[in-house]
């Protein structure tokens, strides 16, 4: 069973509300949000689903680069290899794109399909792949985009009515609202895991003095407090305060993460299977991280619910506790997924289907194919 296509499908999807994070916005009502979907067929006919999810508020990558980068550079190394060779798979991709750290987010829509493909091939579930009971259910976390404390405390009384676990909290929209915000959330939300994601927006000595305000508030975890290269800040602030600290941003690939557990920078690790190069990647820096004695949390980038399915089952595997924050479904209007995971508000019911599990629909692929992209190939 070798590859014999990789097909790009570069992706504008609608979003009901636009959504912010400390660096700018992610992606707009008005002009809607930047994915691609790959599809992967054997030399049998077997085919698989990936999905990236680039944002330059985020990271480098982005809707343009990750299409080139499958189409030029990656699509001419992996024809004609065994689909099931996934080291072969990376080994090739690693070497013609810059190790593990070169293009991860493109990377992952390759890794994503290539397990959809062999996982269907063979009548398999991620979890039998993975050689791990099936878990159907998945809870999810509520995330809140506001620098207003009225907006943050209606979002959080409306999670906790829908049946949520957990709120992860936006910082540093405005600063100055900061620990207002988070204690209208705590105020109309108190039993719900609160975490707070400033997505690299403090310094140190912010981040010290706001600590000391979000323990007496109760925030459960402090996530990228600062720069991504900070590992000693961050390993600073966690001798100043009570408040576990995880690692999103600073922690891409397996040699970051171990960097990370030299330096004692974090209390968690947040695993993003396309920031981590695909369900192998993050695969593994959950259980190199889990050997090192750190707790875990897990994250989207506001993925359809393609990737969404992937990273919860992902997600099962890892054994992930607190709610996990994939909040595609909060900002996206629809996407090419025609049958796969049933969200309920706060729960997501996992398909119980060989490889990832969705089946796409191409009308929705065409209907949605970016203008313009042509010019790409």
């Known amino acids: 069973m070798r590859i014999s296509n990789v097909e790009i499908f570069p992706l504008t999807l609608p979003m009901k509300r636009n959504f912010a994070v400390s660096g700018g916005t992610v992606g707009e009502k ?30 480098y990558e982005t809707l343009e680069s990750v299409v080139t980068t499958i189409e ?31 293009q991860p987010i493109a990377k992952a829509a390759v890794d994503m399909a290539l397990h959809d493909l062999i996982g269907s091939a063979n009548g398999q579930r991620l979890a039998d792949m993975w050689f791990t009971g099936f878990h159907a259910s998945t809870r999810l976390s509520y995330l809140i985009s506001t620098s207003d404390p009225a907006e943050a405390e209606r979002n959080a009384s409306e999670a906790r009515f829908k049946g949520y676990r957990g709120v992860d ?26 975490r707070a994601d400033a997505n690299q927006a403090y310094s140190l000595q912010q981040a010290v003095r706001l600590s000391k305000q979000m323990e007496r508030i109760g925030v459960d975890v402090l996530e990228q407090p600062l720069k991504a290269n900070d590992l000693y800040g961050h390993a600073e602030l966690r001798r100043k305060t009570s408040i576990p600290i995880a690692l999103d941003e600073s922690i891409w690939t397996a040699g970051d993460l171990i960097q990370a557990i030299r330096t004692e ?81 706060g729960e997501v019911t996992l398909p119980d289907k060989p490889g990832i599990g969705c089946e796409i629909a191409m009308e929705k692929v065409e209907k949605y194919r970016s203008k313009g992209t042509d010019k790409f190939f």
């Not at 909290?169 to 204690?183: F, H, I, P, Q």
């Open 72 to 102: 030029i550079y990656l699509k001419p190394v992996l024809l004609g290899i065994a689909a099931t060779d996934l080291q072969t798979v990376h080994a090739r991709m690693n070497k013609e794109i810059k190790g593990e750290a070169g």
């Open 169 to 194: 909290v936006k910082l540093g929209l405005d600063a100055n609202k900061d620990l207002a915000v988070l204690e209208a959330v705590r105020g109309a939300a108190p039993d719900l895991f609160l």
């Open 30 to 59: 008005s002009r809607g949000a930047p994915h691609v979907y790959v599809r992967i067929t054997a030399d049998n006919g077997a085919e698989g689903w990936g999905e990236a999810r680039p944002s330059p508020r985020w990271s």
């Open 265 to 345: 920078a974090c209390d968690f690790v947040v695993i993003k299977l396309t920031k981590m190069g695909g369900l192998s990647g993050a695969k593994r820096c959950g259980e190199i991280a889990r050997e090192a004695g750190l707790d875990l949390l897990g994250g989207g980038l506001t993925e359809s619910r393609l990737g969404l399915t992937a990273s919860a089952h992902l997600f099962q595997y890892l054994r992930i506790a607190p709610p996990v924050d994939l909040n595609g479904p909060l900002f996206l209007e629809d996407d090419p997924v025609g049958a796969g995971p049933i969200i309920n508000e």
